[in-house]
Structures are given as structure tokens and as C-alpha cells.
């Protein structure tokens, strides 16, 4: 499994628990998506606040009809103190997906390519305790997130186009189905008439 990450400050000084990011953040990949690779990049807001920005990236393996796939996450969480040992979170995250699968019905082989993007943001107030609790608060926050929006890819959209898929199939399956229907009705029709003649 191959794991890349890399870590940019983008503030005066060092940013609380930066070590602690550079300890974490690369488990990401390893952990969730058996390899890919990971970037983090922190800035300054104004004030005590700050942001900082996760980016996830695992292509896919070709398997069976898994021709090829990738699946982009981008994460940026806010971070404001609004008193104190409470900062408020608010996290904007944007999956994007590609896949392009191989298909067949009948003799007739074609494929299914398939992207898009899904937005979702979340706000929340967690407690503080010290520097080093903005990185579990943020990997918390992330990981609920992105599991959620897996969830919705999964279920969703995957469903629907699965759904749509197979109505074309059947619908294709139909199709040639009353076209041999018709076909044979002519075929009927015309022996009877030459029975007849």
C-alpha cells in the first residue's frame, strides 16, 4: 500500500499541534482507502482563528469491470474561538468521483462512465481542552463527514444509476422482444398467405 502525504504551513508561527497533524493526517489514506495520498495546508484568519485545508486522493485499482476510478475529497474547516476552551468548526466538504466501468448485453459491449461532485457543510461548537484538541476536533468532524457523504454516493447515487441502468437493459430486453414478436406475426402472416395462394 502506497501512503503519500505532505504538510504546508502557511502561517508566522508554528500553528498548535502542527506535530500532531504530520502524525495523523497520513494515516488517512492508509487507513481508509488501503493507499493515495494526502496534502494539509494551514493559513491565518484574522484573529486567533484559523484554517486549514485536507485534500484526499485514492485512484482506484482496475477490477473486473472497474476499468478506471478516482475519488477526490476536499476538506476546509474554519476555526474561530467564540470563548473560551469553545471554537467553533465549520467545515465545507467536496467529494468528487470518477469511475468509467466496462459493460456488455448480449454481444454488444460498451462502458459506463460516471462522475460528479457532492457538496455538504457542517457547523458545530466542541470544546477545547488545549492546542492539541483542534486536530482531533477537525478529524472527527472530517471523518463523520465524509462517511456520511460515502454513505450518500453509495446508496443514492450509485443506487439510481444502478436503478436507470437496469431499466435500459429491460427496456432494450423488451424492445427486442416485441420486435421478434412482430417479426414472427409478419412471418406467420405471410405463410398463411401463401397457403392460400
Not at 499541534?17 to 488517512?28: E, F, G, K, R, Y
Not at 482496475?62 to 467553533?88: C, F, M, T, Y
Not at 461548537?125 to 492546542?131: C, I, K, Q
Not at 462517511?147 to 427496456?171: E, H, P
Request: proline fraction near 3%.
Amino acid at each position: 500500500v502506497k501512503c503519500e502525504h505532505s504538510t504546508r504551513l502557511l502561517r508566522r508561527e508554528a500553528l498548535p499541534s502542527l506535530h500532531l497533524c504530520n502524525h495523523l493526517v497520513p494515516m488517512s489514506p492508509c487507513r481508509y482507502y488501503e493507499g493515495g495520498a494526502s496534502s494539509v495546508y494551514f493559513w491565518d484568519l484574522e484573529g486567533e482563528s484559523f484554517a486549514a485545508c485536507v485534500l484526499l486522493k485514492k485512484d482506484a485499482e482496475e477490477k473486473k469491470k472497474l476499468q478506471s476510478g478516482n475519488w477526490d475529497a476536499i476538506h476546509v474547516v474554519e476555526v474561530r474561538p467564540v470563548r473560551p476552551k469553545v471554537a467553533a468548526y465549520k467545515l465545507t466538504t467536496t467529494i468528487m468521483l470518477r469511475i468509467s466501468t466496462s459493460h456488455a448485453v448480449g454481444n454488444n459491449p460498451g462502458t459506463l462512465n460516471l462522475s460528479g461532485s457532492l457538496t455538504r457543510q457542517k457547523e458545530e461548537e466542541l470544546a477545547v481542552s488545549d492546542t492539541a484538541a483542534h486536530v482531533a476536533n477537525m478529524g472527527r468532524l472530517i471523518e463523520e463527514m465524509e462517511n456520511r457523504m460515502r454513505d450518500t454516493v453509495q446508496s443514492i447515487y450509485f443506487g439510481k444509476t444502478k436503478s436507470v441502468v437496469d431499466g435500459l437493459y429491460r427496456a432494450q430486453g423488451a424492445d427486442m422482444s416485441q420486435k421478434k414478436d412482430m417479426l414472427a406475426a409478419a412471418l406467420m402472416s405471410e405463410m398463411a398467405l401463401k397457403k392460400k395462394g
